[in-house]
């Protein structure tokens, strides 16, 4: 069935540490996968994205990378800064529907 | 300039009401989309437009009637409520498959 498995479900980092977020889906055929800030009480925010036919992405301090054999893909968060606090999905696009499925989250702190 | 709007932000109301949740978007999208997020943060797909034609009707009670009379705007109805409709919905809008989503603010609905 459409499933994408997130862990962790929570996690703790200290200020300036790395964060990584690991994702794995079981549709062969998913060829998009965003990630997604939420915020307490706001909408989730897409912060990156990666299609299937690249294998790692990098944004700033951000950065996806995407492994299709093994139907996993990771976020990777340098030099964490409190507020990078949120909580994180990750999406695997169904088929050509256009419909994502989300991770259960993860909610990640950054202590200062 | 809003990109996904949604009316209202709360609502709560009793068991057994009916409600109406509107949502527009400008950003010129094609599809639309209704998730709920229950209490666990869980995001699930609920229903899906494309110029104004449902194309994904996941297993949802049919209590719940969306209703897209033009392609900026998608509203969700919902009949009959029950304690366990208490969730936020977000609306959210993408220019096509394989493309991220724009998410609404959401509303926050509280069934007692």
């Known amino acids: 069935g459409e499933n994408v498995e997130q862990h962790p479900s929570t996690l703790s980092v200290q200020e300036g540490d790395s964060a990584v977020i690991k994702c794995t889906y079981s549709?062969?055929?998913?060829?998009?996968f965003p990630w997604y800030k939420q915020e307490l009480g706001k909408r989730p925010q897409l912060i990156i994205d990666i299609r299937s036919n690249v294998g790692e992405k990098k944004d700033q301090r951000i950065a996806v990378t995407l492994n299709k054999t093994a139907k996993h893909f990771s976020l990777h968060i340098t030099e964490t800064q409190p507020e990078d606090s949120a909580v994180y999905f990750c999406a695997a696009s169904i088929s050509n529907t256009g419909k994502l499925i989300f991770g259960q989250g993860t909610t990640l702190q950054v202590k200062p | 300039d809003t990109a996904v709007s949604q009316t209202p932000k709360y609502l709560v109301t009793q068991m057994g009401n009916d409600k109406s949740i509107k949502c527009e978007q400008n950003?010129?999208?094609?599809?639309m989309y209704w998730y709920k997020q229950d209490s666990k943060k869980f995001l699930k797909i609920m229903f899906s437009y494309n110029n104004k034609e449902l194309i994904i009707n996941e297993t949802v009670p049919n209590r719940f009637s969306p209703k897209s009379p033009d392609k900026a705007h998608l509203n969700l109805h919902i009949n009959s409520l029950e304690l366990g409709d208490s969730a936020v919905y977000f609306c959210a809008s993408s220019q096509g498959v394989n493309y991220g989503y724009t998410f609404g603010s959401g509303t926050r609905l509280t069934v007692v």
């Open positions: 549709d062969s055929a998913s060829n998009y």
């Open positions: 950003l010129g999208h094609d599809t």
